[in-house]
């Protein structure tokens, strides 16, 4: 009955007919075509073992369960059951986040489990499946998994954030920054499976179910996609290829995608499909001036970036993306030496401040708007505008300017007004009043604004001093002679 093989009701009826006939219950429900024979003989296999303890009673039911379903002997079933008990010990670690996280019931998951000994397939396309999980959250659910078997979150921590996942729809970075635990220590830049199904070259089932295959049986993932036949092995290289070209932030995940993407349906070459859209260019108007600010900085020379862009040739690469690729400078830096170069060709810049400036973001770990602000240059936010000197502020547009001179329109108004109406109630006292009180305010302002006048020459001569410490500091740097 636990197993579903009949319904108390009928069991009821079988026993109620077997103590009237004098005869066993088994043979009853037989010839009344309640179970079948080898149904029988499980059950009473089952209850052999399990008087002996030989098996336990939720064993016995799930074996039974197969048994029937799959119209085969207790013993198969039981092998079945077993060969199941044998994989990997994250399938347990698998079904405890699950559950522990409330991001699937327990119903699905006993479901998916029964589904897997019949169909051999991974839990989780079972619980896809049965809609027992969603894409993303199995997503969540699996990179947590590879997250544990690195060390570098807890199982604790793990059901947490996936619990948080689940009940307030957040992404798993999010979940994890709350529990403090940077995404950028825990989770990939960007995982292949991410990038292959973005370029289309691979469905999101299909990488699911061999992201579980590579983490139950501790095998890398490319190997799974080349072994399941959904890649070529040259396709995969290519993949890896545009995945480190995306983290190194030489192309974008979308520009990687769209080569994959072009090599799959159009059958062209890596090199063809990066041509055709220049992924791999430099911008004509700069290149030149920002590679002579990283000669001048010492970060490159001829040579370098001759064996940086051979290391690239595949990709046609032109010297400043190839410096990028091969690890040479990093991304704060190329994007420094193109901006910088930019302020040169304007004039707004110096060829020394834009060496001071590439330096500072190398050392400092920061974009160069950033490094500008350090070093105490005064430049505009955006380069594309011509530079201005600062300017001191106007008294006539202040705000203070408007308030006294509402002040005196108005006291003016009223004395005029107070003589109009009634001219011996000492209207004449009034505005003298009037007239007093708005020089009183222009002396109080006139002090208020001399004050921020000093405190603003001040500022700027705190600027000035930080610039020359800075200068004396990287005085280190020779550049080349213009």
């Not at 009821?12 to 010839?31: E, H, N, R």
């Not at 009634?422 to 006292?429: E, I, S």
């Not at 505005?431 to 208020?448: D, K, Q, W």
Request: charged share 25%.
């Amino acid at each position: 009955m636990s197993a579903g093989l009949i319904s108390p009701a009928a069991l009821q009826d079988a026993l109620t007919i077997a103590d009237d006939l004098q005869t066993q219950i088994g043979k009853v429900l037989t010839s009344s075509q309640q179970i079948s024979e080898r149904d029988l003989q499980s059950a009473l296999l089952a209850q052999s073992m399990l008087v002996e303890g030989l098996i336990e009673e939720h064993t016995a039911i799930e074996a039974l369960k197969l048994a029937a379903n799959e119209g085969i002997a207790y013993q198969d079933a039981l092998e079945m059951l077993q060969q199941v008990g044998k994989q990997s010990p994250l399938v347990g670690e698998l079904e405890e986040l699950l559950l522990s996280s409330g991001i699937a019931s327990a119903a699905h998951v006993e479901e998916a489990k029964r589904m897997s000994v019949e169909n051999k397939l991974p839990l989780g396309r079972n619980l896809i499946s049965t809609r027992g999980i969603t894409l993303t959250h199995l997503d969540h659910v699996f990179e947590c998994l590879k997250l544990m078997s690195e060390g570098r979150i807890t199982k604790q921590s793990a059901i947490r954030a996936l619990a948080d996942v689940k009940q307030n729809n957040r992404d798993l970075g999010q979940a994890l920054k709350r529990l403090r635990l940077s995404a950028r220590n825990t989770q990939s830049k960007l995982k292949l499976g991410d990038l292959l199904i973005t370029g289309e070259v691979i469905s999101e089932k299909d990488n699911l179910a061999a992201v579980e295959k590579a983490l139950m049986e501790k095998r890398l993932m490319g190997e799974i996609l080349v072994n399941s036949g959904l890649v070529s092995a040259e396709l995969l290289q290519q993949a890896l290829n545009m995945q480190s070209l995306v983290i190194r932030e030489v192309i974008t995940k979308e520009d990687a995608a769209q080569i994959l993407r072009e090599m799959v349906s159009e059958k062209k070459t890596i090199t063809e499909a990066s041509r055709a859209h220049g992924y791999f260019q430099d911008d004509a108007d700069v290149a030149a001036l920002a590679r002579d600010l990283l000669t001048r900085a010492g970060m490159v020379d001829d040579e370098t970036i001759s064996k940086a862009v051979l290391c690239q040739a595949q990709f046609e690469m032109h010297p400043l993306k190839a410096l990028l690729a091969s690890e040479v400078i990093n991304p704060n830096v190329y994007r420094a030496s193109i901006a910088c170069a930019r302020l040169v060709e304007k004039d707004e810049m110096t060829p020394q401040e834009a060496v001071l400036t590439i330096h500072q973001c190398d050392q400092g770990h920061c974009e160069y708007r950033q490094a500008i602000r350090e070093l105490g240059f005064e430049f505009k936010k955006n380069e594309q505008q011509p530079h201005e000197a600062f300017r001191m502020p106007v008294w006539s547009k202040s705000l203070e300017a408007k308030i006294v001179m509402g002040v005196i329109v108005a006291g003016i108004i009223g004395g005029i007004t107070t003589l109009a109406v009634n001219p011996d109630y000492m209207g004449g006292f009034w505005l003298c009043a009037i007239v007093l009180s708005v020089g009183i305010v222009f002396f109080v302002v006139g002090r208020i604004w001399e004050y921020r006048l000093k405190e603003k020459e001040h500022e700027i001569k705190q600027h000035e001093e930080s610039a020359k410490q800075h200068m004396s500091r990287l005085v280190k740097i020779r550049p080349k002679d213009e």
